[in-house]
């Protein structure tokens, strides 16, 4: 059997997409979010598969789901950090819970992932960890501060720790999508804030990413050889100006 493979924020969007591409390729997989009927759905058709209700923002709970797929599928050969949340508004009056809700999820739901399997790959000289970042990782958008915080973040710790475990023949790789037809924006309370994103998207012709093709980009960067790590991949829409 092939290596199992987890994949956070698996009920919709990058996640959703991710695990048919795994799983139309006979990987075990461990599904994790925090909808249950939206990861039932997914997993359907699937076999070799686990789902978990699971808040990364828990180390606790995270690591059971994690140890839990383990003792079934054997270790976590990849892990992909895709939960994430972007909540869209001005810092001069966006609710400062947004803020926090943000960085826990974004950079610490990630931090505890990476740490739960880290270790292992390690000591086995094998294994991927690929983070969901986005191009708010490496530039500004207007109404994005914390997002873009976040996201710098991502992008910050990803290479931080690749460099951290080169030397071990583990891989650390990152995406950074633009603006993708995703359930990203249900979550945004500002409504200036995602009117202007609207407006911005018409200019794209109203249509930005589709998540089939972030999914094609996961699946290609891990099927490269163990001794070949692509750190980073940006991918956009090519009417996507900024």
């Given amino acids: 059997m092939k290596s199992l493979v987890v994949i956070t924020g698996a009920s919709s969007g990058f996640g959703e997409e991710i695990a048919k591409q795994f799983a139309a390729d006979g990987y075990p997989m461990l599904l994790l979010g925090r909808r249950e009927e939206k990861l039932a759905e997914v997993a359907k058709d699937m076999d070799n598969v686990m789902i978990d209700t699971v808040d990364v923002t828990d180390y606790d709970q995270f690591e059971k789901a994690i140890r839990k797929a383990e003792d079934k599928y054997g270790k976590t050969d990849l892990l992909v950090n895709n939960a994430g949340l972007m909540l869209l508004g001005n810092v001069q009056n966006q609710d400062r819970k947004e803020w926090q809700t943000m960085l826990d999820t974004n950079v610490m739901g990630v931090l505890n992932g990476t740490q739960i399997v880290l270790n292992d790959m390690r000591e086995r000289h094998h294994g991927t960890i690929l983070n969901m970042s986005s191009l708010a990782g490496k530039k500004t958008f207007v109404n994005h501060a914390a997002y873009v915080a976040s996201k710098f973040g991502v992008h910050g710790l990803s290479e931080t720790i690749r460099e951290e475990s080169a030397a071990e023949n583990v891989r650390v790789m990152m995406v950074a999508p633009g603006a993708a037809e995703t359930e990203l924006l249900t979550h945004v309370t500002s409504k200036s804030a995602l009117s202007d ?46």
Avoid: C
């Fill in 197 to 242: 994103y609207e407006s911005w998207k018409e200019t794209m012709g109203g249509i930005t990413l589709d998540p089939v093709r972030v999914a094609e980009t996961v699946k290609f960067m891990y099927d490269m050889p163990q001794e070949v790590n692509i750190r980073e991949v940006d991918i956009a829409a090519t009417r996507q100006d900024a």
